[in-house]
């Protein structure tokens, strides 16, 4: 059985288009276990809007 399966995920962030590739587990999985994943989209998340809110405070 294969263990990890790569997601590509496309989301419209505060009117900027943000991409993440993330690697997820094919298989069931503790909340725990998940962690890092949703660790890294959090990161993106948080880049995305410091990027958007700095930039606009630029003007």
């Known amino acids: ?3 990890d399966s790569i997601g590509n995920v496309k989301l419209k962030l505060f009117g900027k ?6 690697t997820v587990p094919s298989q069931n999985v503790t909340p ?8 890294k989209i959090d990161n993106k998340f948080v880049e995305t809007a410091v990027e958007i809110f ?3 405070s630029a003007y």
């Open 54 to 56: 700095v930039d606009k």
């Open 1 to 3: 059985m294969k263990k």
């Open 17 to 22: 288009f943000i991409q993440l590739r993330i």
């Open 32 to 39: 725990i276990s998940i962690l890092p994943v949703l660790h």
